[in-house]
């Protein structure tokens, strides 16, 4: 099946930092990820749609300035959370629909990014 | 908006059992409902997926089964076992709209 790697698994931080993670689509192009944010115990919420080569799309309470996002290729989108606090610590995860294995609807989700701000 | 309710929030099962999960949707417009396991610190993992044109999928020991009238979706678990202890998480979409996750089901399956 569809393969979707994120960079790091984990990261601890300062606050006031900025820190980018990275979601690659492994074995197929992805015009359009998607970045969600998990707090413990806790279902997935979007956060954003990231789209090739535009602007992403936020969901409605995400600010867009401190969640900066950018899909510069058809297997690369980019997730910076800009001026951390311990607030924004969380599990924040991506997918990718693929037609590997499924159809154009499909979703494969990356292994995650535990983000702790300190 | 779509709105997706799940239950049971946990459930315990003995090795070997079944498990039953049961979620709902409010968009007659959705058209794909997937299900994912999630295991302790990892991302979610597609498990088995329905259409809309379909209204019963098997894939070994798991199943969906899928009533568009009443708008509810369920996931079947045979002969549980304890490496089938996880949060579960069903989700609906239509077409390349994102999903809209339930609140995920805690499963463990007692040895």
């Known amino acids: 099946g569809a393969v979707v790697s994120q960079h790091p698994s984990r990261v601890i931080c300062k606050s006031g930092t900025s820190v980018k993670i990275e979601c690659r689509s492994l074995d197929f192009q992805a015009t359009t990820m998607f970045w969600y944010r998990q707090f413990p115990k806790q279902s997935l919420m979007l956060m954003a749609t990231?789209?090739?080569?535009?602007?992403?799309?936020?969901e409605q309470g995400v600010e867009k300035d401190k969640f900066l996002i950018n899909h510069a290729s058809l297997t690369l989108s980019t997730l910076t959370v800009t001026s951390a606090h311990p607030e924004d610590s969380s599990f924040y995860i991506c997918?990718?629909?693929?037609?590997?294995?499924?159809?154009?609807?499909?979703?494969?989700f990356g292994p995650g990014t535990r983000l702790t701000v300190l | 908006g779509e709105n997706v309710e799940q239950h049971p929030s946990t459930l315990s099962v003995q090795e070997g059992d079944s498990a039953v999960i049961k979620c709902t949707y409010s968009d007659s417009a959705s058209n794909y409902f997937p299900w994912y396991k999630q295991e302790l610190g990892k991302g979610p993992q597609l498990i088995i997926d329905?259409?809309?044109?379909?209204g019963e999928k098997k894939d070994q020991r798991i199943a969906v089964t899928l009533n568009k009238t009443a708008k509810h979706f369920s996931l079947h678990i045979t002969e549980t076992q304890p490496e089938d202890s996880a949060v579960y998480f069903c989700a609906a979409s239509s077409g390349n709209t994102p999903l809209v996750f339930g609140k995920g089901t805690r499963l463990s399956v007692i040895a």
């Open positions: 990231s789209n090739e080569g535009s602007k992403a799309t936020y």
């Open positions: 329905i259409r809309s044109n379909v």
């Open positions: 997918s990718a629909p693929g037609l590997a294995g499924g159809g154009a609807d499909t979703q494969y």
